[in-house]
């Protein structure tokens, strides 16, 4: 799909009668209203703030079949762990609460070890290696999952262009680690490397800790940053059908093990009390999250890509037209928002601003959550979260906006 300025020809709406969808299914999101909360479409994507993500019902049946029993939770993490890894090809694995979960676990790891009197002694890190190198170009929202437990993060690099010199220097008596944030949609060229960074943490010893979890396809990124040498990869498992609330640790063996120490399970199975008491996952979610990669990595990606094109097409092609309107279509298919939109607003000619757009969808019937991040002036859209017919839904109710 290339990108096109809508500015040609009428724009034909639907009535809500034509449109065939589950937000307006009889009983849709009824579990929510009796509490007096509104459900809402979501036509951001796989976002923690709607809910993060919907599993599939192969994925639900794990779980239900897991709720017959109960089971010791930390023989349950070693045993789907190894299953995970065996799956993605690395070492070790274990499931967090949340890819943030596997940072600040991982974080302790590297701080603390194996050592029980070191591990219960975090978030104080007297006496322990506590900084964690980070690109100066590599700054963003999660990274403070990297200093929940303790750790001080520490940058290093010119803004304009990192080098291997830049992290040689910075590499010191208190570093722990190293953390990498993984692009692979849109890598950052004056960054340093994950291979270059690879090497200089290696050379000198020290760990490095890759942010990776959002690349869960192609299906080779999950595992790859270990295979090619970190230490830890995180993976956020909502993207792929998971309870939104688990994701996945992969990494050596000897990165895994001190990990898992520091978690909820061993915090009551060992008598230890490690940082991650308050990560709880429970043992259904375990079930799902190993249910899930496993469909993941079986399943039918070029039905799962079709679907999105398909669905991004319907809404492009009700808002193309549009005098005063940009669609912008999004082909990317790297990671976990597959194809989608980007909308930018003419106030000249339109009289609102991508943010009173946002404003307006929400005030509907059902409302229909859309977003723009700050410093933006458009809005992206894409399918993730929408259930199949919505995209007319969403089509129709942005284009009524303008008349």
Same mark, same amino acid.
């Given at each position: 799909m290339d990108s096109a300025q809508a500015n040609a020809g009428p724009h034909k709406t639907h009535t809500w009668e034509e449109?065939?969808? +589950? *937000?307006t299914d009889a009983g849709w999101g009824d579990i929510y209203k009796e509490l007096g909360a509104r459900p809402v479409v979501n036509a951001i994507g796989s976002v923690t703030m709607l809910g993060g993500s919907s599993p599939p019902d192969e994925v639900r049946e794990a779980m239900e079949r897991a709720n017959d029993a109960y089971i010791p939770l930390m023989e349950l993490q070693d045993k789907a762990g190894a299953a995970i890894a065996a799956m993605t090809g690395v070492p070790a694995a274990y499931i967090t609460a949340g890819a943030g979960s596997a940072l600040t676990l991982a974080t302790a790891a590297?701080?603390?070890?194996? $050592?029980d009197q070191r591990i219960q002694q975090l978030p104080d890190t007297t006496g322990m290696k506590n900084e964690i190198l980070i690109q100066t170009r590599q700054r963003y929202? /999660?990274?403070?999952?990297?200093?929940? *437990?303790?750790?001080?993060? =520490?940058? &290093?690099?010119?803004?304009?262009?990192?080098? @291997?010199?830049?992290?040689? %220097? %910075? #590499?010191?008596?208190?570093? @722990? @680690?190293?953390h990498y &944030?993984?692009?692979e949609q849109s890598p950052d060229p004056d960054a340093l490397s994950l291979e270059a960074t690879i090497e200089v *943490?290696? +050379?000198?010893?020290?760990?490095?800790?890759? $942010?990776?979890?959002?690349? #869960? /396809?192609?299906?080779?990124?999950?595992?790859? /940053?270990?295979?090619?040498?970190?230490?830890?990869?995180?993976? %956020?498992?909502? /993207?792929?059908?998971?309870?939104?609330?688990?994701g996945y640790a992969l990494g050596t063996e000897k990165m895994i093990s001190a990990l898992a120490l520091q978690s909820f399970a061993a915090y009551e199975g060992r008598q230890v009390r490690g940082i991650g008491r308050p990560q709880k996952v429970d043992r259904q979610e375990m079930i799902g999250? =190993?249910? @899930? #990669?496993?469909?993941?990595?079986?399943?039918?990606?070029?039905?799962?890509l079709a679907d999105a094109e398909r669905m991004s097409g319907a809404i492009i092609g009700r808002l193309q037209g549009i005098h005063g309107v940009t669609v912008t279509p999004l082909d990317n298919v790297v990671g976990h928002l597959a194809f989608g939109l980007r909308l930018? &607003?003419?106030?000249? #000619?339109?009289?609102?601003? *991508? +943010?009173?757009?946002?404003?307006q969808l929400k005030k509907g019937d059902p409302p229909v959550f859309t977003r723009t991040l700050a410093g933006e002036d458009y809005i992206s859209i894409h399918v993730f979260g929408l259930r199949d017919g919505e995209e007319k839904l969403?089509? $129709?109710r942005i284009a009524a906006l303008f008349g």
């Amino acid at each position: 799909m290339d990108s096109a300025q809508a500015n040609a020809g009428p724009h034909k709406t639907h009535t809500w009668e034509e449109l065939t969808i +589950s *937000a307006t299914d009889a009983g849709w999101g009824d579990i929510y209203k009796e509490l007096g909360a509104r459900p809402v479409v979501n036509a951001i994507g796989s976002v923690t703030m709607l809910g993060g993500s919907s599993p599939p019902d192969e994925v639900r049946e794990a779980m239900e079949r897991a709720n017959d029993a109960y089971i010791p939770l930390m023989e349950l993490q070693d045993k789907a762990g190894a299953a995970i890894a065996a799956m993605t090809g690395v070492p070790a694995a274990y499931i967090t609460a949340g890819a943030g979960s596997a940072l600040t676990l991982a974080t302790a790891a590297v701080m603390a070890g194996t $050592d029980d009197q070191r591990i219960q002694q975090l978030p104080d890190t007297t006496g322990m290696k506590n900084e964690i190198l980070i690109q100066t170009r590599q700054r963003y929202w /999660y990274d403070r999952c990297l200093e929940l *437990a303790g750790a001080r993060l =520490v940058e &290093f690099g010119d803004p304009e262009r990192i080098t @291997a010199e830049h992290l040689d %220097a %910075a #590499i010191g008596p208190k570093t @722990a @680690a190293v953390h990498y &944030f993984a692009v692979e949609q849109s890598p950052d060229p004056d960054a340093l490397s994950l291979e270059a960074t690879i090497e200089v *943490a290696k +050379s000198h010893g020290v760990p490095v800790l890759v $942010d990776a979890a959002g690349q #869960i /396809y192609p299906l080779d990124n999950i595992g790859k /940053y270990v295979r090619m040498g970190a230490d830890l990869q995180c993976v %956020a498992a909502k /993207y792929i059908g998971a309870p939104h609330s688990t994701g996945y640790a992969l990494g050596t063996e000897k990165m895994i093990s001190a990990l898992a120490l520091q978690s909820f399970a061993a915090y009551e199975g060992r008598q230890v009390r490690g940082i991650g008491r308050p990560q709880k996952v429970d043992r259904q979610e375990m079930i799902g999250a =190993v249910a @899930a #990669i496993r469909r993941w990595l079986t399943m039918n990606h070029e039905d799962r890509l079709a679907d999105a094109e398909r669905m991004s097409g319907a809404i492009i092609g009700r808002l193309q037209g549009i005098h005063g309107v940009t669609v912008t279509p999004l082909d990317n298919v790297v990671g976990h928002l597959a194809f989608g939109l980007r909308l930018e &607003f003419d106030q000249n #000619i339109t009289g609102l601003t *991508a +943010s009173d757009v946002v404003a307006q969808l929400k005030k509907g019937d059902p409302p229909v959550f859309t977003r723009t991040l700050a410093g933006e002036d458009y809005i992206s859209i894409h399918v993730f979260g929408l259930r199949d017919g919505e995209e007319k839904l969403v089509g $129709d109710r942005i284009a009524a906006l303008f008349g």
